[in-house]
């Protein structure tokens, strides 16, 4: 499967702990975003990175939200102390470098519930 | 404040016919326009785009239409199938930016 591709599927916690979600992008796209889609809403931008650097960061995105690219591959974001308004689906996409055409290749999400 | 705006949640039409969908937008910084669409449990996929500077981008069965100076664009869908069944999100974005601002999605279903 050469989509991209995000772990985990589904998570559940409880309220205040910390969660971790990753994305595998398409191996030879460097351009890599995080959304979230919350019930009967569309997706909404969290960040974005261009090979490692984090080139845009949403005001949705409070301090308890942080997402990494170390190597320019892989990302992770990351949720500390959850609140039950964090539930939702956290989507990642990514794109190839030549140019910007919009078109995003998403993955099929990590749905987090708070408890 | 919803910058984009899909009024209607559902939309419902027979095999063979026309299918349309609305968007219409506040930001007038806004240059480029794309569709997307959504099937349960997977994430969303690229349909068609269309920059500011056209009117008109066809692809197939799928047109989308835009008309900048009533901020408001449409996707034909022509002839519609039950395989198109599935959400539909209108997303824009402005001067390049990498970030979409997307609608809240119209569902589509196409009755056999």
């Known amino acids: 499967d050469t989509g991209v591709s995000q772990n985990p599927r589904h998570k559940i916690t409880k309220r205040g702990q910390n969660v971790t979600f990753r994305c595998d992008p398409i191996s030879e796209h460097n351009r890599l975003y995080w959304y979230r889609q919350t019930l009967g809403q569309g997706p909404e931008f969290l960040t974005y990175?261009?090979?490692?650097?984090?080139?845009?960061k949403s005001r949705l995105l409070s301090d308890r939200f942080s997402a990494e690219r170390p190597k320019g591959s892989f990302s992770t974001l990351e949720i500390q102390r959850t609140e039950q308004g964090d539930s939702a689906m956290y989507l990642c996409?990514?794109?190839?470098?030549?140019?910007?055409?919009?078109?995003?290749?998403f993955g099929e999400g990590s749905r987090l519930t708070v408890l | 404040d919803q910058q984009v705006k899909q009024n209607s949640p559902s939309l419902s039409v027979q095999e063979g016919r026309i299918s349309i969908l609305n968007c219409d937008y506040t930001n007038s910084m806004f240059d480029y326009f794309l569709w997307y669409k959504k099937y349960p449990a997977e994430g969303p996929t690229f349909l068609i785009s269309i920059s500011s500077i056209k009117d008109k981008n066809e692809d197939g069965r799928f047109t989308v239409f835009l008309n900048k100076s009533a901020k408001h664009l449409s996707l034909h869908i022509v002839p519609s199938q039950p395989g198109d069944s599935a959400v539909y999100f209108c997303a824009a974005s402005e001067g390049g930016s990498e970030k979409l601002v997307f609608g809240k999605g119209t569902k589509l279903t196409v009755n056999p």
């Open positions: 996409a990514s794109s190839p470098g030549t140019g910007w055409t919009g078109e995003l290749f």
């Open positions: 990175f261009q090979n490692e650097a984090q080139l845009e």
